[in-house]
T-cell receptor
Framework: DTEVTQTPKHLVMGMTNKKSLKCEQHMGHRAMYWYKQKAKKPPELMFV???????INESVPSRFSPECPNSSLLNLHLHALQPEDSALYLC???????????????FGSGTRLTVV | AQSVTQPDIHITVSEGASLELRCNYS??????LFWYVQSPGQGLQLLLK??????LVQGIKGFEAEFKRSQSSFNLRKPSVHWSDAAEYFCAVGKAAGNKLTFGGGTRVLVKP
């Protein structure tokens, strides 16, 4: 299995809703990432988990709450979002470490989130 | 801090013609460089990557890229484009010992019949 699977593919939620995005990989990658991508813009890093521990939080608002329950699964919990949070949310994974052969990110297809 | 610049926001090319996308990076040491392609509404697919060694890198879908340290560039090329190459292309740089991947602004490629 060489894929990063993200569910759902599309999500519409109200500003008072609570929802979660899910990301799963079975490649043995121990670094997992959440990126946010607005239309016609490059992806922006939100969070990094390394060996199931949060290692980078790019000053993301607390209405986004990441969780890494195990080495294969990454969640992004959403609560009280704003319309400007509508975007494509991408998950990625890679083998951590300094070796060049390990330095390959695999991206999922993303969840298209619309906040109404 | 590392940064990536893609000078061309849009490029239109005729099917069968050659394509070159420019990428300039700013980084203090030898960077890890990547090119990704993104079709509308899709995730990112890795085309190729450069870490060290031969400065001409071959990738998937007939793409290649050349690393030029003196120009801080990593330009992507394809000799003959197909209509399916219409997409957004992102150049990215990563640190050798870090977790962050920094993307350029992207270049949108349109292919004319």
């Amino acid at each position: 299995d060489t894929e990063v699977t993200q569910t759902p593919k599309h999500l519409v939620m109200g500003m008072t809703n609570k929802k979660s995005l899910k990301c799963e990989q079975h490649m043995g990658h121990r670094a997992m990432y959440w990126y946010k991508q607005k239309a016609k813009k490059p992806p922006e890093l939100m969070f990094v988990y390394s060996y199931e521990k949060l290692s980078i939080n790019e000053s993301v608002p607390s209405r986004f709450s990441p969780e890494c329950p195990n080495s294969s699964l990454l969640n992004l919990h959403l609560h009280a979002l704003q319309p400007e949070d509508s975007a494509l949310y991408l998950c990625a994974s890679r083998l951590p470490g300094q070796g060049a052969t390990n330095y390959g990110y695999t991206f999922g297809s993303g969840t298209r989130l619309t906040v109404v | 801090a590392q940064s990536v610049t893609q000078p061309d926001i849009h490029i239109t090319v005729s099917e069968g013609a050659s394509l070159e996308l420019r990428c300039n990076y700013s980084y203090g040491a030898t960077p890890y460089l990547f090119w990704y392609v993104q079709s509308p509404g899709q995730g990112l697919q890795l085309l190729l990557k450069y870490f060290s060694g031969d400065t001409l890198v071959q990738g998937i879908k007939g793409f290649e890229a050349e690393f030029k340290r003196s120009q801080s560039s990593f330009n992507l090329r394809k000799p003959s484009v197909h209509w399916s190459d219409a997409a957004e292309y992102f150049c990215a740089v990563g640190k050798a010992a870090g977790n962050k991947l920094t993307f350029g602004g992207g270049t949108r490629v349109l292919v004319k019949p």
